[in-house]
C-alpha cells in the first residue's frame, strides 16, 4: 500500500524536479456495503469535503454521506417565475402602453390571451435555468479531473468503489488523513496529486483562434450585406420548398395562358357552383315577374341613366313582404347582426348616434371646418319607414351614398332578419303613447305619478 503512494508521489514530478501539490487521498473499497460503511465513518470523522465513486447508483449512500437536497428546482421555479413575469410586462408593454392597437375589438391587455405566450417564456426560462444552475453547480465544465490521473481510479466505471477526501477539508492533514483512511480497512490508498504541467495556452494558438474568428465572421458581413443591399437576380436558395412553384397570383403575369394573364375572365354563359340565384325576391328584394326589367346596375349606390339623371329606387318593383319565415328566431338574429355591423353608426336604437358617428362630431367640433361627417339619418324618419323591405335590403347590400355595401360580409338571410329587425325598430320608434294597450298604459302613468 504504501509503495503505491510513493511509486503515484513519484510520477507527480515534473521535469524541473519540482514536486506537484497533494489534491487529496483516494481509498478503494472492496464492494458497496464497505464504501457505505466507510462514507458513514468520514461523515462521522468530520469531514465535509469527500466523495464517494461507484459504477453504479449505491441505494442510501446519499443520506450516509450527509448530501442536502439540491437547489436546482428553486433555480428552475425562480427562473419560471422571471419568465412569466418578463412576458406578462413584454405583452403589456407593447400592446397596451407602445402601440396600442384595436384588433376586432379585444382589449389591450388580456390575460387569457397572453396566456400562451406567457407559459412558453416560463418554460423557455426554466428550461436555461435548469442547465445553467446544473452546470454551475456541478462547477462545470471542467477542462480536466485530477482522479483520471490516478491509473486505480480506471476501474469507478467497470467494479471499483472509491472513497475520495479533498485537500482542501478542514479537517485534512497530510498524515492523520492517511492513516484515518487506512484505518477504514480499503484495498489501497493513494495520493492524488495536482498536475504541474505549464497550463499557459501555447502562443501559437493566439493567431490561429485570431485567423478563425476573422474567416467566421466573413460569411455573416457577407450574408448581412446581401440582405439589406437590393438584387437583380434572385436569391440563391438551397431548399426551395415551395417558393417558386408554378401557381397563379392576383394582378400578375403568367404564361400558362397564352394571353399572359393570371387571373382568367369568367367564361360566356356560365355560373360557378351555387351562385345560381334565380329566386330574385330573396337574392335581389325585387318582384319576380318585374325583375327582368330591371337594370341590375341602377341598383347600385348613386346609379345615373344614360341621359345622366339620377335613378329614383323607390319606383323600383320592390317586394313588400319578407321572403323568408318570420319567426323570433329571425327577430333575435337580425338584433344581433344589427348591432354588430349598423349600430355602430346607426346606434343601437337606430337614432344615428353610434360611437363613430358621436367620435366624428367630437372630432369635428374640435376642429371646426375640418371634415365633412353627416349625421346618419334616423331609421324611424318618415322617408325610410315608406321605403319597401325590398329596397332596405337593397340599401344593405348595395350601400347608399356614403354608406358601403355589406353584401360581401353579410349572408343573404342575415340581410333579412336586418330588414325585420329594423322594421320593429320603426315600429317603437316612430310610435305614439295611443299605441301601447290600456292596461299597460295605466301602469305607465301609475309609475310616472310615483
Given at each position: 500500500?504504501?509503495?503505491?503512494v510513493?511509486q503515484?508521489?513519484?510520477?507527480?514530478?515534473?521535469?524541473?524536479?519540482?514536486?506537484a501539490?497533494?489534491?487529496?487521498?483516494?481509498?478503494?473499497f472492496?464492494?458497496?456495503?464497505?464504501?457505505?460503511?466507510a462514507?458513514?465513518?468520514?461523515?462521522?470523522?468530520?469531514?465535509?469535503?469527500?466523495?464517494?465513486?461507484?459504477?453504479?447508483?449505491?441505494?442510501?449512500?446519499?443520506d450516509?454521506?450527509g448530501?442536502?437536497?439540491?437547489?436546482?428546482p428553486?433555480?428552475?421555479l425562480?427562473?419560471?417565475?422571471t419568465?412569466?413575469?418578463?412576458?406578462?410586462?413584454?405583452?403589456?408593454?407593447t400592446?397596451?402602453?407602445?402601440?396600442k392597437?384595436?384588433?376586432s375589438?379585444?382589449?389591450?391587455?388580456?390575460?387569457?390571451?397572453?396566456?400562451p405566450i406567457?407559459?412558453?417564456?416560463?418554460?423557455?426560462?426554466?428550461?436555461?435555468?435548469?442547465?445553467?444552475?446544473?452546470?454551475?453547480?456541478?462547477?462545470?465544465?471542467?477542462?480536466?479531473?485530477?482522479l483520471?490521473?490516478?491509473?486505480?481510479?480506471?476501474?469507478?466505471?467497470?467494479?471499483?468503489?472509491?472513497?475520495?477526501?479533498?485537500?482542501k477539508?478542514?479537517?485534512f492533514h497530510?498524515?492523520?488523513?492517511?492513516?484515518?483512511?487506512?484505518?477504514?480497512?480499503?484495498?489501497?490508498?493513494?495520493?492524488?496529486?495536482?498536475?504541474?504541467?505549464?497550463?499557459?495556452?501555447?502562443?501559437i494558438?493566439?493567431?490561429?483562434a485570431?485567423?478563425?474568428?476573422?474567416?467566421g465572421?466573413?460569411?455573416l458581413?457577407?450574408?448581412?450585406?446581401?440582405?439589406?443591399?437590393?438584387?437583380?437576380?434572385?436569391?440563391?436558395?438551397?431548399?426551395?420548398?415551395?417558393?417558386?412553384q408554378?401557381?397563379?397570383?392576383?394582378?400578375?403575369?403568367?404564361?400558362m395562358?397564352?394571353?399572359?394573364?393570371?387571373?382568367r375572365?369568367?367564361?360566356p354563359?356560365?355560373l360557378?357552383?351555387g351562385?345560381?340565384?334565380?329566386?330574385t325576391?330573396?337574392?335581389e328584394?325585387?318582384?319576380?315577374?318585374?325583375?327582368?326589367?330591371?337594370?341590375?346596375e341602377?341598383?347600385?349606390?348613386?346609379?345615373?341613366?344614360?341621359?345622366?339623371?339620377?335613378?329614383?329606387?323607390d319606383?323600383?318593383?320592390?317586394v313588400?313582404?319578407?321572403?323568408v319565415?318570420?319567426?323570433?328566431?329571425?327577430?333575435?338574429?337580425?338584433?344581433?347582426?344589427?348591432?354588430?355591423y349598423?349600430s355602430?353608426?346607426?346606434?343601437?336604437?337606430?337614432?344615428?348616434?353610434?360611437?363613430?358617428?358621436?367620435?366624428?362630431?367630437?372630432?369635428?367640433?374640435?376642429?371646426p371646418?375640418?371634415?365633412?361627417?353627416?349625421?346618419?339619418?334616423?331609421?324611424?324618419?318618415?322617408?325610410?319607414?315608406?321605403?319597401?323591405?325590398?329596397?332596405?335590403?337593397?340599401?344593405?347590400?348595395?350601400?347608399?351614398?356614403?354608406?358601403?355595401?355589406y353584401?360581401?360580409?353579410?349572408?343573404v338571410?342575415?340581410?333579412?332578419?336586418?330588414?325585420l329587425?329594423?322594421?320593429a325598430?320603426?315600429?317603437?320608434?316612430?310610435?305614439?303613447?295611443?299605441?301601447?294597450?290600456?292596461?299597460?298604459?295605466?301602469k305607465l302613468?301609475?309609475?310616472?305619478?310615483?
Amino acid at each position: 500500500m504504501s509503495t503505491a503512494v510513493e511509486q503515484t508521489d513519484s510520477q507527480a514530478d515534473d521535469c524541473t524536479g519540482k514536486q506537484a501539490a497533494l489534491a487529496g487521498y483516494v481509498a478503494e473499497f472492496p464492494n458497496p456495503s464497505a464504501l457505505k460503511q466507510a462514507a458513514g465513518q468520514t461523515r462521522e470523522a468530520g469531514f465535509k469535503e469527500f466523495d464517494c465513486y461507484a459504477p453504479f447508483p449505491v441505494h442510501g449512500i446519499d443520506d450516509v454521506m450527509g448530501i442536502k437536497m439540491t437547489r436546482l428546482p428553486y433555480i428552475v421555479l425562480a427562473c419560471a417565475f422571471t419568465g412569466a413575469i418578463t412576458a406578462v410586462a413584454l405583452q403589456y408593454f407593447t400592446n397596451a402602453f407602445d402601440y396600442k392597437y384595436i384588433i376586432s375589438g379585444k382589449p389591450f391587455f388580456s390575460i387569457p390571451a397572453d396566456v400562451p405566450i406567457t407559459f412558453e417564456l416560463a418554460v423557455l426560462f426554466s428550461a436555461f435555468g435548469s442547465l445553467l444552475g446544473m452546470l454551475a453547480l456541478n462547477k462545470l465544465p471542467k477542462f480536466y479531473n485530477r482522479l483520471f490521473m490516478i491509473d486505480p481510479f480506471l476501474k469507478a466505471t467497470t467494479n471499483g468503489f472509491f472513497l475520495a477526501i479533498e485537500a482542501k477539508d478542514p479537517k485534512f492533514h497530510e498524515n492523520d488523513t492517511r492513516e484515518f483512511l487506512n484505518s477504514l480497512k480499503p484495498i489501497e490508498v493513494v495520493a492524488c496529486m495536482e498536475p504541474n504541467e505549464n497550463v499557459k495556452i501555447p502562443k501559437i494558438f493566439l493567431p490561429i483562434a485570431a485567423c478563425i474568428l476573422i474567416f467566421g465572421l466573413v460569411p455573416l458581413v457577407v450574408i448581412a450585406r446581401m440582405r439589406v443591399t437590393p438584387q437583380t437576380t434572385p436569391r440563391i436558395e438551397i431548399v426551395h420548398d415551395m417558393d417558386f412553384q408554378p401557381k397563379l397570383k392576383t394582378q400578375r403575369f403568367s404564361n400558362m395562358f397564352a394571353d399572359g394573364r393570371g387571373m382568367r375572365p369568367r367564361i360566356p354563359g356560365t355560373l360557378a357552383r351555387g351562385d345560381l340565384r334565380h329566386d330574385t325576391a330573396f337574392y335581389e328584394g325585387l318582384i319576380p315577374e318585374q325583375a327582368d326589367k330591371v337594370n341590375r346596375e341602377h341598383l347600385l349606390p348613386n346609379a345615373k341613366k344614360e341621359d345622366g339623371t339620377s335613378v329614383s329606387l323607390d319606383k323600383m318593383p320592390w317586394v313588400s313582404q319578407i321572403p323568408v319565415p318570420v319567426d323570433e328566431k329571425l327577430m333575435a338574429r337580425g338584433q344581433e347582426r344589427f348591432n354588430i355591423y349598423c349600430s355602430v353608426c346607426h346606434g343601437l336604437s337606430g337614432k344615428g348616434d353610434g360611437i363613430i358617428t358621436q367620435r366624428a362630431m367630437k372630432l369635428q367640433a374640435a376642429n371646426p371646418g375640418v371634415g365633412t361627417w353627416l349625421l346618419p339619418t334616423p331609421l324611424y324618419s318618415e322617408p325610410v319607414r315608406k321605403q319597401k323591405v325590398g329596397q332596405l335590403f337593397n340599401t344593405i347590400t348595395h350601400g347608399v351614398r356614403k354608406m358601403p355595401g355589406y353584401g360581401s360580409q353579410i349572408p343573404v338571410k342575415d340581410r333579412w332578419a336586418i330588414v325585420l329587425y329594423l322594421r320593429a325598430l320603426q315600429e317603437s320608434g316612430s310610435g305614439s303613447i295611443e299605441d301601447v294597450p290600456a292596461e299597460i298604459r295605466e301602469k305607465l302613468n301609475a309609475e310616472a305619478k310615483e
